[in-house]
């Protein structure tokens, strides 16, 4: 459940962010604090699941530094990401597998993603901002999208930072899992490193086939 509402009577805290002021700000998008920032992680790589995240922050208890996790040293992301998760009212953090991503798209199974973190949230949210061009469809609240959101809206920002953080953590055990082929330095993009590798190793149950050049290697293994 949402936390009860401080007397009006009390002085709103606003945030200390690195962003444009979009929080608790006169902007007609901001019509309720229970507005849900989400965004994604891991579009473009050649291996490992999409993740997305999904945040309500707390107007009365900011979160210093929130910016554009791309923006972010992997140290600070690291320092922010447990903050977020102890002050936003929810969070969310939900995932499509190389399987979903190649059976739907990458388009597809990211939207599945966002749409997962905003129905784990555990506080229903009254607008749903979204970075990129576009939102999922039939989530359960107003929808809107901001390109670049990540550096307009401290939710989307702290959305950014968890699923950023959260794919990461999740290379890293595939690095593990799967010796030799760098998940946790490269994140499953198409370093050439990466590519070396795959020709060298093969190709794991992470990497995805309809991604080039995974897909011309699956042709060529097949042929």
Known sequence: ??????????PKLLPSTDLPNLFGSDDPLWTTDLVAGVDEAGRGPL??????A????????????????????????????PLIKARALAWCIAWADVSE???????QAT???????VEGLQVKPELILVDGNRTPKNLPAP?????????????????????????DA????????????????HAGYGTAQHIEAIRTLGITPEHRRTFEPVKSMVKKDES
Do not use: W
């Not at 459940?1 to 009390?10: G, S």
């Not at 291996?47 to 997305?52: R, Y």
């Not at 899992?177 to 946790?184: H, I, K, L, N």
């Open 1 to 10: 459940m949402a936390r009860a509402k401080k007397a009006e009577t009390e």
């Open 47 to 52: 291996a490992g699941p999409v993740c997305a």
């Open 54 to 81: 999904a945040v309500i922050l707390d107007p009365n208890q900011p979160i210093e530094g929130l910016n554009d996790s791309k923006k972010l040293t992997a140290k600070k992301r690291e320092a922010l990401a």
């Open 101 to 107: 991503i190649d059976s739907l798209n990458i388009l």
């Open 111 to 117: 939207m599945l993603a966002m749409t997962r973190a």
């Open 143 to 167: 929808a809107s999208a901001v390109v670049k959101g990540d550096a307009k809206v401290a939710a989307i920002a702290a959305a950014s930072i968890l699923a950023k953080t959260a794919r």
């Open 170 to 185: 999740k290379m890293v055990a595939l690095d593990a899992a799967y010796p030799g082929y760098g998940f946790a330095k």
